[in-house]
């Protein structure tokens, strides 16, 4: 979140306030995978399901883009998603993350044409909304 600020809903500062009892609640209720090398973290990606859809968000660390980590780390979501029996995967992308986009419509999502702001401080930022049925 440091270096992808406004890539995220929550800012680093709210979530690194939250006590440790919360993120092992998250962690329970859903699907949180991260990969490493050296002690480094590569990327990570974190799934919820709520009400048969699975939200999802996903991170890769700058310098490792681009080597299939992100994808990697997609295709244990989507089928973690599948093994839950959910019926669709949602996700949103910060305007200009153009990357990221291309990423997930190799995978199969669709854009869905909703739109909507982050949450201040970074409302100016528009995102847009991806679907995969399952």
Known sequence: MRDSPDAFAAT??????????????????????SC???????????AVQRQGAVTLGLWVAPASRRRGIGGALLDAAIGWARDVGA?????????????????????????????????PPRHHIVKHQFLLEL
């Open 36 to 46: 490493g090398s050296s002690g480094c973290d590569l990327g990570f990606v974190w």
């Open 12 to 33: 680093l500062e709210t979530e690194e306030s939250h006590p440790a009892e919360k993120w092992l609640e998250r962690i329970q209720q859903g699907l949180v995978l």
């Open 87 to 119: 019926s669709k995967l949602l996700l949103n992308v910060a305007d200009g993350n153009e990357a990221a986009m291309r990423l997930y419509e190799s995978k199969g999502l669709q854009r869905t044409g909703s739109t909507g702001a982050l949450p």
